[in-house]
């Protein structure tokens, strides 16, 4: 691949924590030095119309949009949030390039409800039921849907009752995070890539939800939860990832500058550097050196 075309989206509409919008240009201010060597290209912000519900299904919209226009059959794709709403434009595009795409989606939360089994209502708890396939809510605008068999879940534990008959119907694969207590990380996703993938033809696309650390761990984002992963699992899954080779996409969402201390911010925002050059195929020199854990 030539180069990393570099995509912010600063996207709040679908949850209501003020703040996680500031994150793609905080992280372009933090990290100057990944743009500065051409190996990134920075493809600016899609910006949304609005704060409402409607707004948010908009702007996933333009996000879609905006994907299907990048030349990504030669490119490889980062972008980095606002919320984990905006995985209903960046996922949807990535199919137009991608049909055959498999989403490692890591998170908290299973975001696969509909409007009326919601009990929050924010948007961001949605995109996976419409990629899915689901009717309810569902914008017109949509082409493209991934198959269950093409999804694998890490880390996910605040579970809903319709995502729990979704998961149970349709046999999605699903890395608890107490299955960490028995196979690292690495063993866990090497073993779920080869039942679903097991020629190895599928592109990866990686949604990380910085939400499926531990609440314990951070406090810089807005849908905290307890019992979950820690930063060296989350790089241990991701490290095995990339080193199949088929990873063309990743997308970090939710890191709020807004909440818990500087230090909290500074290190989501290093960490989440450091897996994206994990998973980049032109990684520059001197960018890749591992943020202590124990500095938070």
């Not at 149970?168 to 207590?181: G, L, M, R, S």
């Not at 990686?206 to 307890?226: E, N, P, R």
Request: hydrophobic share 40%; charged share 20%.
């Amino acid at each position: 691949m030539e180069q990393t075309l570099f995509l912010g989206a600063p996207f709040s509409g679908g949850q209501p924590h003020p703040g996680v919008s500031m994150a793609p240009n905080e992280f372009r201010k933090h990290h100057p030095d990944i743009f500065s060597g051409g190996e990134w290209r920075d493809m600016g912000d899609v910006v949304g119309p609005g704060l409402s519900f409607a707004c948010a299904m908009e702007h996933a919209h333009l996000i879609a949009e905006k994907v299907e226009s990048l030349p990504l059959k030669k490119n490889f794709f980062a972008a980095l949030g606002g919320d984990h709403g905006m995985a209903l434009g960046t996922v949807h595009g990535l199919l137009h390039h991608h049909p055959d795409l498999l989403v490692i989606w890591i998170d908290a939360h299973a975001d696969a409800n509909v409007p009326s089994s919601s009990p929050s209502g924010n948007m961001h708890g949605m995109p996976l039921a419409w990629l899915l396939g689901a009717k309810e809510g569902a914008p017109a605008w949509m082409k493209h849907h991934l198959h269950p068999r093409r999804l694998i879940y890490v880390g996910v534990r605040d579970v809903d009752p319709y995502e729990q008959m979704l998961l149970e119907e349709w046999d999605i694969a699903w890395i608890k995070p107490a299955d960490f207590a028995r196979e690292s990380g690495r063993l866990l996703i090497e073993k779920e890539l080869r039942r679903l993938d097991p020629h190895r033809t599928s592109k990866i696309h990686i949604s990380l939800d910085v939400d499926a650390l531990d609440a314990g761990v951070t406090q810089a984002t807005g849908t905290q939860a307890y019992d979950g992963l820690s930063f060296d699992q989350i790089e241990d899954v991701i490290t095995a990832i990339s080193e199949t080779r088929q990873v063309v996409s990743m997308e970090a969402v939710e890191v709020n500058p807004k909440l818990g201390t500087q230090a909290e911010v500074d290190h989501l925002f290093n960490w989440v550097k450091n897996l994206f050059l994990k998973v980049t195929p032109n990684k520059k020199r001197g960018l890749t050196q591992e943020t202590p854990h124990s500095s938070i």
